[in-house]
């Protein structure tokens, strides 16, 4: 079984048990106006696929990530009560399933697909989870057309869009979306909101890049800034400043264990991240982060970076 899959796997297993224990909720996606012509869609009632954003307008629809096929139907029922108009451009924030999944439906109903070229990289080199959940080759259709190394720009629907890279963070492709005209920012999964994050280490993501990409994104924010995380609800600064301040203290007081010498078995019995408990969640509970600390502490002194 492939690394996404598991991931993914994992992911839908965590919130179908919490939705089967709610009575099966109806899933749908949310749709919360940030700016005009400016949209956040979060979904409810169960695991949809990560935030997407959605800018409407005289110039056309620009869509920040097309969530996975499972929540496709009730994604395009959301996005049609915002536009009956198809999508121009897409930009997917990076390659995980949960935020690219629908791709190739979006390309060929005649959607740019606009990426980091690391992103574009991985879905040829990965591939993507085909209907029958194996992975195979990345379909043409779903790949970005167009791709950027540190940065581009839109300029529609009256929103300046600024696209930028967050090196080596949640992935080596990530890219965030500053509209900086109406102070909103869309992080993708360089921000998980009130919840730990997922770092994906194979896909060339690192802890201190993690961290560093959040600082980067806390310089160009203020108190009024909408912050659109990959997951968990809208964001303001005061929240990115706390996921900063869990992460610094996680790497630390990790770091000191591992400079101490102990194995991950040594620190896990530990627990020496139980005063985050209520930042777990069903992908990631705190002994997952607990390990994902632990090996970002280790990659990163092997990467000299320590
Ligand atoms: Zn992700």
């Known amino acids: 079984m492939s690394f996404y899959r598991l991931i993914l796997l994992s992911i839908i297993l965590s919130f179908s048990v919490s939705a089967k224990e709610s009575k099966e909720v109806a899933m749908s996606w949310d749709a919360i106006k940030v700016a005009d012509n400016l949209y956040m869609l979060i979904g ?9 954003a959605i800018s409407v307008g005289y110039d056309g629809v ?14 395009n029922k959301a996005l049609k009560e915002i536009t009956p108009n198809s999508i121009d451009f897409l930009i997917n924030t990076h390659v995980h399933g949960d935020h690219t999944g629908n791709n190739e439906v979006m390309g060929k109903k005649g959607a740019w697909i606009v990426a980091q070229q690391n992103m574009r990289r991985h ?21 970005p057309v167009v ?3 540190q940065s581009m720009d839109f300029h529609l629907n009256g929103l300046d869009a600024h696209v930028f890279h967050l090196p080596h963070a949640h992935t080596d492709g990530d890219a965030a979306v500053h509209f900086t005209n109406v102070n909103v920012i ?19 993501g690192s802890l201190d890049g993690y961290i560093e990409a959040q600082k980067t994104v806390l310089g160009l924010v203020d108190e009024n800034t909408k912050i659109i995380p990959g997951h968990g609800v809208l964001a303001n600064k005061k929240d990115l400043e706390n996921s900063i301040a869990m992460l610094e203290d996680a790497r630390a007081i990790i770091g000191k264990l591992v400079d101490e010498g102990k194995t991950q078995e040594e620190v896990l019995k530990l627990n020496p991240l139980a005063k985050y ?6 992908f990631i509970t705190t002994e997952k ?17 320590k």
Not at 67 to 75: E, G, H, K, R, V
Not at 289 to 297: N, W
């Open 44 to 52: 409810v009632g169960g695991f949809t696929g990560g935030n997407l």
């Open 62 to 75: 620009v869509l920040i990530d097309d969530a996975m096929p499972s929540t496709l139907d009730i994604m």
């Open 123 to 143: 879905l040829l080199s990965k591939g993507v989870q085909g209907a029958d959940g194996k992975m195979m080759d990345a379909p043409k259709k779903s790949l």
């Open 147 to 149: 791709t950027f190394s």
């Open 186 to 204: 869309h992080m993708g999964d360089t921000l998980f909101n009130k919840i730990f994050p997922f770092i994906d280490f194979g896909s060339g």
């Open 277 to 282: 408990d209520a930042w777990s969640w069903g």
């Open 289 to 305: 982060m607990t390990k994902q600390i632990y090996k970002g502490v280790i990659l990163n002194g092997d990467l000299g970076n």
